[in-house]
């Protein structure tokens, strides 16, 4: 099972982007959803993570400005970023916290914290 992120990049302070994080591999489903980033010197946290029944939570920070959705039916979920500070510059991570893969018709198993490689959001003028 893989997490392949995309949308990041370099963008004006007020400006958006939408970043994706699709899921591949033999799955049979995936509980929890998220987003996490890490910016130079600090730890990373929790962005924003949606359930696989749509329930969504943030951080303070990104209430309000940010927006998760997830399409399961493509195992993909999206994070729409909107008036970006200079504060959210960091490497942005997806995670997926419990996968339920296919192995055999008959035998499947779970794999706990996925996460994706990571894409560079830069707000800067």
């Known amino acids: 099972v893989q997490l392949v992120e995309s949308g990041g990049g370099l963008v004006q302070p007020g400006g958006s982007l939408r970043l994706s994080c699709a899921a591949s591999?033999?799955?049979?489903?995936?509980?929890?959803m998220g987003w996490y980033r890490q910016a130079p010197g600090k730890q990373r946290e929790l962005v924003a993570m949606?359930?696989?029944?749509?329930?969504?939570t943030y951080a303070d920070s990104v209430k309000g400005r940010f927006t998760i959705s997830r399409d399961n039916a493509k195992n993909t979920v999206y994070l729409q970023m909107d008036s970006l500070k200079p504060e959210d510059t960091a490497v942005y991570y997806c995670?997926?916290?419990?996968?339920?893969?296919?192995?055999?018709?008959?035998?499947?198993?779970?794999?706990?914290?996925?996460w994706g490689q990571g894409t560079q959001v830069t707000v800067s003028s």
């Open positions: 949606v359930s696989s029944g749509g329930t969504t």
């Open positions: 995670n997926a916290d419990r996968v339920i893969e296919t192995v055999t018709p008959l035998f499947r198993r779970d794999i706990n914290d996925v």
């Open positions: 591999g033999s799955i049979f489903s995936i509980n929890g």
